[in-house]
């Protein structure tokens, strides 16, 4: 595997352990939980869902033949009229979702240095690539915050749980050393919750 497969096949690892961070913390959570901010300058889950789908939607349709900023994107909407119910919610996160890996799975490793726009700015795909690593987790972090605020308490750690790091580096160093992505490991603990 040449470098540019390999880092496609890491974007795409850590894209899939993002999303997954993001639906676990969802899961936790009441339907009406979703719609909550927590002041007149914050945003609910259901608009950061809404704000990270409509990025997508806008920045892989057409990746590479088209500007990242359509002109269809309405992104002040993003912010207002979210989504009603968890299932609607859902729905915009794996629309958004499905958009971003289509377009990453189609992109071929020689297309990685190919310029790409965004808002007229040029830059490499493999750049927009990394902007987009940066952006999601971003938001990904602020749903994932709010989550744990909301459940006050009874939250079910994403990680490695408060005062639990021993026990996890003791497990962990107890094994062999192994060449491998850390996500491997830790989308198939989070798929076991």
Known sequence: ?????????????????YKTIGEKAM?????????????EDSNSIATIVKHLSGNMLSRWTDFLTTDGEKEWRERDMEFE???QTKEE???TWNTGWDCFFQAIDSLL???LLQIIYIRNEGQT????????LAHYPYHIGQI??????????SWES???PKNKSTSYNADKFAKEKEIKHFTDAELKRLNKK
């Open 27 to 39: 899961e936790q959570l009441e339907t009406n939980q979703l719609f909550i901010a927590t002041n």
């Open 158 to 160: 994403l990680s490695i």
């Open 125 to 132: 795909a493999m750049d927009a690539i990394n902007r987009q």
């Open 109 to 111: 490793p020689e297309q």
């Open 1 to 17: 595997m040449d470098i540019n497969q390999h880092y496609l096949a890491s974007v795409k690892k850590q894209m899939h352990y």
């Open 89 to 91: 919610v859902l729905a």
């Open 81 to 83: 009229n979210e989504p």
């Open 144 to 153: 994932v915050l709010y989550a744990k605020q909301l459940k006050n308490g």
